[in-house]
């Protein structure tokens, strides 16, 4: 497939709180762009404080999709993601525009860009099962310490408890006799079906990680307590893909009486400024990344003015 005959995608990322969602719109606009969110706990429907989601006054009338289009008792995967967002994608093809994806979850950035095939991923529930079973007697920690064994470049992308990736990584080793890691680095290395533009936004960690404990103070005082306490009415509990996101499972901990509301702030911010660091690792790692130092540009409308010359250099958009 040639440059001509690949659709045009462009990527806005960075780390949590770097401030993708105003300029997301801006370009949106400048360019001819919809917006495909792409974020693991904006696609549920009443996660709004925690998932920082953008309101629809923010949006500015720009069209937005997955976002709020799941119920927190569904459970959502890279698989879904990917599907779902080629559908988006097929929608604003149709539409004379260009996708532009916007979120934090570099994985599913990575899974759509790169076409990633997860329909012959090996399988075998029953070993899922007993791995499920071993973590609820003996903790993530548990389980995370045999990924590190098995595979420690896989265990070093992610947390300890995000229970869900490990035991998938476990279970493909298992199968295949291969590490996670090596069949990942493969998938990455397949050409793009796209003609894409991938921007990376990042700034001053001291300052990143100020705009972070700012951002949890204001959704603290925005009522994330009252929010998590009526997702737990509706029937959400720990476990569930939409409680192990950020924000929400710390809460989860204090209304259960685990931590004090200050201790899980404290937490909250902790893992918050982790995470961040966590997606710059990732991002780090990416192939055809263009970093955007907000530090280097004097406000947005410069930004706005390095990322439409990129893509007119690439010809994803056309020179006036």
């Known amino acids: 497939m040639t440059v001509k005959e690949k659709k045009p995608l ?9 401030g993708k969602t105003a300029l997301s719109v801006r370009l949106a606009r400048k360019i001819g762009g919809e917006i ?156 793009s079906p796209y003609q894409f533009a991938y921007f990376v936004l990042t700034m001053d960690r001291d300052r990143l990680y100020q705009r972070i404990n700012i951002r949890i103070d204001q959704m603290m005082e925005a009522g994330l307590v009252d929010e998590v306490r009526r997702l737990m009415e509706m029937g959400c509990r720990r476990g569930m893909t939409s409680m192990q996101g950020l924000g929400y499972k710390e809460i989860l901990d204090c209304l259960a009486g685990e931590t004090t509301l200050d201790e899980a702030v404290e937490i909250l911010k902790r893992d918050t400024r982790h995470y961040a660091k966590r997606q710059l690792t990732w991002f780090r790692r990416e192939r055809d990344v263009i970093w955007v130092d907000k530090d280097q540009f004097s406000g947005d409308e410069a930004i706005l003015e390095f990322i439409t010359e990129q893509l007119k250099w690439k010809g994803i958009i056309k020179h006036e």
């Open 36 to 191: 495909i969110s792409a974020d693991s706990m904006q696609v549920y429907r009443g996660m709004d404080i925690g998932s920082a989601k953008v309101s629809r006054e923010e949006m500015e009338g720009i069209p937005h999709y997955l976002i709020d289009v799941l119920d927190p008792r569904e459970p959502f995967h890279v698989a879904g993601f990917q599907e779902m967002a080629r559908e988006a994608m097929e929608k604003i093809y149709a539409a004379g525009h260009i996708p532009v994806i916007v979120g934090g979850t570099g994985f599913y950035i990575q899974a759509l860009v790169y076409d990633i095939d997860f329909t012959e991923t090996a399988e075998d529930r029953g070993y899922r099962a007993e791995l499920e079973r071993t973590a609820e007697e003996k903790g993530n920690g548990w389980l995370y310490r045999q990924l590190e064994e098995a595979d420690p470049e896989y265990a070093a992308q992610n947390h300890p408890n995000n229970r869900k990736r490990i035991i998938r990584a476990l279970e493909y080793i298992h199968l295949t006799g291969e590490k996670f890691s090596l069949h990942n680095e493969e998938e990455r290395g397949k050409e």
């Open 10 to 18: 462009v990527i806005l990322t960075g780390p949590t709180a770097v």
